[in-house]
């Protein structure tokens, strides 16, 4: 694995001694730590604008205009670090390395920045334990949370701790033990050390790391699971239509198979005439190729005009309308995608005549009827389906074009009721009454849709 490869592996739930999460979820995963780099990168580059805002504009004594001023040279350094941090965050994944010395750098120049006030300002160093800039110190360990990885808000929280430990230290040292006390008032009005407050400082930046680490590892687990289920989601609107996804996405109890329910629609059968034969005699791959050309040919058209694709069979599509995607115009749909489809189909055998191929007959079918909706399966293997008497009838239809020697056809029945809901056919429809159709005891009325 690479270097990156384990820096998620430390965070991801195991299952069975492997890694539960798949190659494309970690890269989700790597691409928003890298977006987050940038965007703290971003957040400190508007806070060295802060510091220097507020610099510039504060009123300084004359004992600091005269003297040495460090802030500047600090405030410069930060500014440069944070440009490199950025240019280097844009062009590259940065290394665990940089990211843990970009941290102590960070809580490093914020402190020495706290350090350097009483050298502008010609005072002791117990001068600046009192300065509001240390709050911060909090801002830049909030800041690590951005990534969700605890590890980089613990390294600035312990950096900040010890920093500002140090920092005490050095007052107390530099200062004198005289200038120790304990009391608040005194504390407040005299450059003095109240080795208290410092410790609670201490102890509240501490407190809000950890706090922070326990947020954050709680919150990575519900990234991951966020991440995991996102794509999960994106593949499951590949193998189901939109609807039925947000269906089952938004299910507040898990489905079991049958809850179904009644609805009003219309069913398509799509059929390549001949492929059983032409799968025998031709290369799989050609097959596959060939397939993929189809399914990528008319699965547009029939979305195009509300279709859902039910499932694949083969060389066959079976296609509902006004089911999952409830409509009131579901005949005059399916009758349209048909014209579209058969469109389609004379412009892709001119394409395969001028390619010296032989082009592809396709059969269409539609009826229209009461179906039940719902889910299928023994509860481990689901699936989204239609029963009812027109589906039967639907693919028994698309066998008769053969026979009728057409390539389309749709029931009577299912022609008017399109007619009623708008559909308009581009040219004259025959019909052929009485049709004995196989698998159908009673003859019925069809309408040719295609010849």
Same mark, same amino acid.
């Given at each position: ?11 991801? #739930? ?44 504060? @009123?300084? #004594? ?62 002791? @160093? ?58 608040? =008032? ?67 109890? @898990? ?18 005439? !001949? ?8 290369? #799989?791959?050609? =097959? ?18 509300? !279709? ?29 995608? =048909? ?85 308009? #056919? @581009? ?25």
């Amino acid at each position: 694995m690479t270097s990156r490869e384990n820096e998620v592996a430390r965070f991801v #739930p195991k299952g069975n001694g492997k890694e539960v999460l798949s190659a494309r979820v970690k890269k989700i995963i790597f691409e928003q730590q890298d977006s987050s780099e940038r965007l703290i990168g971003w957040f400190q580059f508007s806070i060295i604008l802060i510091f220097a805002i507020l610099y510039f504009i504060s @009123p300084k #004594p004359p004992a600091a205009q005269s003297a040495f001023a460090p802030v500047p040279w600090v405030l410069a350094a930060y500014f440069g670090f944070t440009l490199l941090r950025l240019g280097l965050s844009w062009r590259h994944r940065l290394a665990d390395w940089f990211l843990y010395l970009s941290v102590i750098a960070d809580m490093g120049l914020l402190l020495g920045l706290i350090w350097s006030f009483h050298i502008q300002y010609g005072q002791p @160093p117990s001068f600046y334990l009192k300065v509001p800039t240390l709050l911060y110190v909090f801002i830049f360990i909030a800041l690590r949370a951005l990534r969700f990885e605890a590890r980089f808000v613990i390294v600035a929280g312990i950096s900040a701790a010890v920093g500002w430990l140090v920092l005490s230290g050095y007052a107390v040292a530099t200062t004198g033990l005289e200038m120790v006390t304990r009391d608040y =008032v005194y504390y407040m009005t005299h450059n003095a050390v109240l080795v208290g407050a410092e410790f609670d400082k201490i102890v509240s930046i501490l407190l809000v790391t950890a706090v922070l680490a326990v947020a954050i590892t709680r919150a990575r687990a519900l990234l991951i699971r966020s991440v995991a289920e996102s794509t999960a989601a994106e593949d499951l609107s590949r193998f189901f239509s939109p609807d039925i996804a947000h269906r089952i996405r938004q299910s507040e109890a @898990p489905l079991q198979p049958g809850q179904g329910e009644y609805r009003e629609g219309a069913i398509l059968n799509l059929d390549i005439r !001949g492929f059983t034969r032409m799968s025998r005699e031709t290369p #799989p791959d050609e =097959v596959m190729s060939l397939l993929t050309d189809y399914h990528g040919r008319m699965v547009p058209l029939i979305r195009a005009h509300g !279709g859902t694709i039910d499932k694949f069979l083969g060389d066959g599509i079976m296609a509902t309308f006004g089911v999952d995607n409830l409509s009131e115009t579901y005949a005059a749909d399916a009758l349209a995608a =048909v014209d579209e489809i058969m469109a389609a189909v004379d412009v892709w055998a001119e394409e395969r005549r001028a390619q010296g191929l032989a082009p592809v007959e396709i059969n269409a079918a539609v009826a229209n009827g009461r179906f039940i909706f719902g889910a299928i399966g023994d509860g481990k293997r689901l699936e989204y389906t239609v029963i009812g008497d027109a589906v039967n009838l639907s693919a028994k239809l698309e066998k008769q074009n053969k026979a009728e020697g057409v390539r389309g056809l749709a029931t009577l029945t299912c022609f008017e009721t399109a007619t009623v809901q708008g559909y308009r #056919p @581009p040219s004259e429809r025959e019909i052929r009454g009485g049709i004995r159709v196989a698998g159908i005891e009673a003859p019925i009325d069809l309408v040719v849709l295609a010849l």
